[in-house]
């Protein structure tokens, strides 16, 4: 496809260009090599604030490592609070470009702070890197070429070998619990339309508001409907409080519970005990993974910060990594914007902390080798997530072609793809 | 009537007009924003006086007015693809409705319940805008491209809101000074006494509400432009809060005390969360502090200062 020529005559200019400045004399480097200044937007305050602070060690993380500098330049990291909001967030974002002169922004959790903040970045043509913001339509429909999800993943996508690991478990009629929004949407979308698509069945689909704090009514619905098995989407505290109930109503153990990959994030396991346990689910990253690179991740996080790395910590620091790899690659010309957006995409993460080599589709979405892993608890009581099945090369598109997938609407509380 | 506006004022009026038209020409592109946006909240803590200030009835649904204006304007403009002036007409147009329907329903109240009856219509919009996600994109918002669209840059558009915010303040100031005006003042001292001068009350309280909506309407079509973006949290609750903390905090019934109010409260967020994460709590100390120590808002105190003595004048 067109793609790979653009790609191939690209990287020949790239040569070519970084040649040059090799060759161009230090001197007048030196001159130009004022700090590369990052502006990192994270939710500090607000519902979510506990992932935000993780993103935040994460990414620091990453640049302390490499004592804030990149190819020969300095790196300044400007943190904003976006409160969890996305009025918010804009006006963070905005301060950043219009006074911060910023070269590039990172970050954001909740996927209406990032789309507030790409929509606006449209406007400006800043780079915006978003590890965690997953929202399918910002690489899939409505893709804005300056908005790259370095590191990240969309909604659907790490749903959907999940419900394939669950059809081979022989699990046939499924039913699922979400947070009724469209990450929620998105990932239950992807989990229903490869499960149904095998022949499985969704008995039954339970949307309940963010923020739920007694889940009485839908386990006793759930207990019985018969099912196989039970797909919950949750994120947060809403994570905690359903799988503290699932427990407490005695349906651990009785109907395997499967999770989206946030459900049984760090963040959210990290207060639990026993009623966590087995909880099945699928992510790129696992932090109980032997691997030696995520070994090595993990200890370093651990030894920085006296805790498990959760995904929100892990993303930002391998998006960390990955525009320093590019900015490496350019010599750390981040003032030409095109050509760093472009060797962005193209770069192929090789440290990455999950040991294998990870690229961007031509999508601005990272290809996966996404693991199943189960919460197992460790010998000194801490639980988290072991990775024991592996499906090699996973992208947004699963194995669907791109453009006849894209034809199918967005998935939303209506629209989940189920084939009857 | 114009015994309201004393000299020293009217010249200090005539100072910030001036102030306001050559702010963009010294202030950094991103305070030329701010000040975009405190101008348009101006608007909005206006709005709110007009009512509170003047018929003695607090709403707490404003915020949900202003921002159904900022949902139709961008709908229309982005999904339809209307032309602006016409997106915003028609994000006018439906806040003046919605003000409609609410005034009908509110005015028949006063006091506590009218606060709690406009709070619970505001949440209805926010639980409407929350959920017809097909519509209003839920959760995620509505995006549009409207600035970019009117290929301003952030001056010329402070000054294009300027100049329509301009207009508004006349155009409220003339209505809150009319016999209409003088209609809703005698509403908020002595209900029955109008009542029984043969007013119909209710019609009365029902179109002030109406033009109070209209008014935020306006600065709910602005923020569109202004903003580019609309999701629940710009019709919630708080949005109400600030626009009504807006008003008190420049002072209830002085109409011009929102600029001050906008300003003290928008250019404080700006300056505090610079510098603490924990800006909230500053914020809302700050504001007991201003309840505790000038009550009757930045600009009624202004006024007592000036006229050397506190007139003993207390409102709701």
Request: aromatic content about 10%; glycine content about 10%.
């Amino acid at each position: 496809m067109s793609i790979t020529t653009d790609r191939r005559t690209f990287l020949k200019s790239t040569t070519a260009f970084a040649a040059g400045m090799v060759s161009m004399p230090a001197i007048l480097r030196a001159q130009t090599a004022r700090p590369i200044k990052i502006g990192l937007l994270a939710p500090l305050t607000g519902v979510i604030a506990a992932g935000g602070r993780k993103l935040v060690e994460g990414f620091e993380l990453y640049w302390e490592q490499v004592n804030k500098e990149v190819a020969g330049r300095k790196v300044e990291i400007v943190i904003e609070d976006d409160a969890s909001n996305p009025d918010t967030a804009l006006q963070k974002a905005r301060r950043f470009v219009e006074q911060g002169n910023v070269d590039f922004l990172f970050g954001n959790i909740l996927a209406n702070t990032g789309l507030a903040v790409a929509n606006y970045v449209k406007g400006t043509g800043t780079p915006y890197f978003i590890p965690v913001i997953a929202a399918d339509d910002l690489t899939q429909r409505t893709r804005i070429p300056n908005v790259i999800r370095v590191a990240g993943y969309t909604a659907s996508q790490t749903a959907r070998p999940l419900a394939d690991w669950a059809f081979k478990q022989g699990y046939r009629k499924v039913a699922t619990i979400s947070q009724d929004y469209t990450f929620g949407h998105e990932q239950c979308g992807g989990f229903a339309q490869m499960f149904t698509e095998l022949g499985g069945k969704i008995t039954q689909q339970f949307w309940h508001p963010l923020n739920t704090a007694d889940f009485s009514p839908y386990l006793g619905q759930l207990a019985n409907l018969g099912v196989d098995a039970v797909f919950a989407m949750e994120t947060g505290a809403d994570a905690t409080r359903f799988i503290q109930q699932y427990a407490s109503f005695g349906l651990k153990g009785r109907i395997p519970l499967m999770g989206a990959m946030n459900a049984t994030d760090q963040s959210v396991i990290r207060t639990m005990n026993d009623e966590a346990e087995g909880i099945v689910s699928c992510a790129h990253f696992a932090e109980g993974s032997k691997e030696p690179a995520t070994v090595k991740f993990v200890e370093d996080y651990q030894k920085r910060y006296q805790k498990l790395p959760s995904i929100y910590g892990f993303s930002h620091y391998s998006g960390a990594m990955w525009v320093a790899e590019a900015l490496k690659t350019i010599k750390g010309n981040v003032e030409d914007r095109d050509l760093f957006l472009k060797t962005v995409l193209a770069t192929e993460l090789k440290d990455s902390p999950l040991g294998k080599t990870v690229k961007l589709d031509s999508y601005g979405n990272p290809i996966y080798d996404l693991a199943i892993r189960r919460v197992e608890k460790r010998t000194d009581g801490k639980l988290w997530n072991v990775p024991f099945q592996t499906y090699p090369q996973v992208s947004q598109f699963w194995k669907y072609d791109p453009e006849t997938y894209l034809k199918q609407p967005p998935y939303s509380r209506t629209f989940q793809g189920i084939k009857a | 009537m114009s015994k309201l506006l004393t000299s020293p004022l009217r010249a200090f009026a005539a100072l910030a007009v001036l102030g306001l038209a050559l702010l963009p020409l010294v202030l950094p592109t991103y305070y030329v924003s701010v000040a975009t946006q405190i101008l348009i909240f101006s608007v909005l803590a206006m709005s709110v006086d007009v009512l509170a200030g003047f018929t003695g009835r607090t709403p707490l649904c404003h915020g949900a007015i202003f921002g159904t204006s900022t949902y139709v304007v961008l709908y229309t403009a982005s999904v339809y693809g209307l032309p602006l002036p016409a997106a915003m007409l028609l994000g006018v147009i439906a806040a003046t409705l919605l003000a409609s329907v609410f005034g009908l329903l509110a005015v028949r109240t006063s006091g506590v319940y009218f606060l709690l009856l406009t709070l619970a219509l505001g949440l209805i919009v926010w639980g409407v805008c929350l959920r017809w996600t097909e519509v209003t994109g839920g959760e995620n918002g509505e995006r549009g491209q409207l600035r970019a669209a009117l290929g301003m840059s952030p001056r010329q558009l402070y000054s294009g809101v300027a100049v329509v915010v301009a207009l508004v303040t006349f155009v409220m100031w003339r209505f809150v000074r009319s016999p209409f005006g003088l209609t809703m003042r005698g509403i908020r001292d002595g209900e029955s006494r109008m009542a029984s001068l043969g007013y119909n009350v209710s019609l009365h309280l029902t179109i002030a509400f109406t033009a109070s909506g209209f008014f935020a309407g306006i600065a709910g079509a602005l923020y569109a432009v202004f903003n580019d973006f609309v999701s629940p949290s710009t019709v919630q609750l708080s949005q109400s809060v600030s626009g009504l903390l807006m008003a008190i905090v420049g002072g209830i019934g002085t109409l011009f005390g929102a600029f001050v109010g906008s300003f003290l409260i928008i250019a404080l967020e700006q300056a505090v969360s610079k510098v603490t994460e924990r800006w909230l709590m500053v914020l809302g100390l700050t504001f007991i502090a201003i309840m505790i120590f000038a009550p009757e808002g930045v600009i009624g105190k202004a006024r007592l200062l000036m006229a050397g003595r506190a007139e003993p004048k207390t409102k709701a």
